[in-house]
């Protein structure tokens, strides 16, 4: 993927219980970005995806909606160089 490059979500609102990471995993598979999203045990979603710049600001625009019955209230934006798995998939709670 040319131009492509990493970022970490901290996503926070109502975002447990309300089907947010399989969304995540959805709009990442549709979109072709690698990463991985998982709960963390604060409440907020976590999230690393790894695309181009027009693909990663397509799915983090996505992700301040999210879901129906999820109310995103911020979400915190993070550079990071760590490794990448070949897909999108969803971790265990951190």
Same mark, same amino acid.
């Given at each position: ?5 990493? !970022?970490r979500l901290v996503v926070h609102g109502?975002?447990?219980?309300? %089907? ?14 690698? %990463? ?6 604060? %409440? ?20 301040r909606r999210g879901p129906p019955a ?13 490794? !990448? =798995? ?5 971790? =265990?709670?951190?």
């Amino acid at each position: 993927m040319s131009g492509a490059a990493s !970022v970490r979500l901290v996503v926070h609102g109502r975002v447990q219980g309300v %089907g947010y990471r399989a969304w995540v995993v959805e709009q990442a598979r549709r979109l072709g970005v690698r %990463g991985w999203v998982r709960n963390r045990r604060a %409440g907020t979603v976590e999230a690393l995806i790894h695309a181009d710049a027009a693909t990663r600001e397509a799915l983090i625009a996505a992700c301040r909606r999210g879901p129906p019955a999820a109310s995103v209230r911020d979400i915190e934006l993070f550079e990071t160089d760590e490794p !990448v =798995p070949d897909d999108f998939e969803v971790c =265990p709670t951190l």
